[in-house]
């Protein structure tokens, strides 16, 4: 296996591909399998085999004809990759019906991403824990995420108040965003965002609905 | 612009940045622009300006030097290939915290993707709208499917009952599906599924997080 710091640049389609590679195996793994081929790991995540020989190759796994990858030395080197040996403690700014869904998912924190607080502006909110966690007011935001050493912040208020957020929580010190709010947030350099669309995900279903219209692998391929 | 035949393969992360570009310019429009540059259009969607320029020229779409793209047509053209021009009706099943939520939400409705009615098999929920739509039993799911004229499944329930819900939106005629559970569905060919998983959002960037990591752009590139 290469040493970590020789795939230094890897696109974002590319680890959300090794992240599902990685729950693909935890699934194969916990059906009793040790060892998995490429056309299985292809075919359960919707990527070409192609595409997956080249992805593990590049990160230095190689599978043997006949007998096919390792599970649990890929899982390990895909799990060191997207840094999943070890716990991103999360904050969570807009508590509404989706933040309380997020806050009720137990899974994040089985998985080493724990939302370790909340924020809200409205006072009914704050005070009364959801999921076990903690709401806090806005304004002790940079207190609990310094006290907290949270690493990740989530955004499901308003689009509306995103932006403000946003900046909140980049004062804060937080470097990594997931925004589930339907605007585009801008932050200064060195900060990543994610966004989350359900209508974006919907529009790309709708083209691929349109008569004659086929969509292709997750690989990007020029249009035409 | 070139015929709508002409352009038939379209990866999933071009469609995506359309998507991105389309809301993008909906944004600009409502502040008063008439036109954008793609400099602009690349800094506020996260893209490179090369891509950007490559995406709108093979759409047909040619900015003019220091007039940039013209909103209107751009939006009409993008607007068709995401298929937009249209209304296409969407069904949910899973009413828990997270269906609730996108029920709330009136922004697919007036995107032109109305959630025309939900399911569950829990008995308390049934027969009580949320946010204006009606609750069925699963059962009724081919039924309303065909009533309705729905295009779009979106799942919603436990990770448990989602490749048994997916079995039931497919037998019902539906052939685009949007899954917000952690499991791989399997579908027959010809049926489209996205999936959103926020773990993977996250483990995105627990992996920008680690040490001298650098995310790329939106654009796939090799590994290493």
Redesign the interface.
Known sequence: MPD?????????????R???Y???LL?AQGAGAVSISSRELAE???VTGVQVR??LS??GSLGKRGLGYPIPALMRELGR????DRR?P?VLVGV???G???L??V??RR???PIVAAFDIDAVKIGVPVGGTPIYHLDLLPHVVRQQEA??GIITCSADAAQLVCDRMVEAGL????TYA???LEVPPGV???Q???????????????P?????????????
Chains 1, 2 share one sequence.
């Open positions: 970590r710091s020789e795939t230094p640049k890897v696109s974002q389609p590319a680890v959300r090794f992240s599902l990685y729950r693909t699934e359960r995540t919707g080249k992805d590049l990160i990759i997207l840094g999943l991103w999360v509404g019906s989706l309380t869904a997020l009720n998912n899974r994040f998985k080493g991403f690493w990740i470097q990594a965003i997931l339907p605007v585009t990543s965002v994610r989350v669309d359900t209508l974006v995900e919907l529009e790309t279903l709708s083209f691929v609905l349109r004659g219209r086929e969509l292709s692998e997750d690989v990007d391929r020029p249009v035409g």
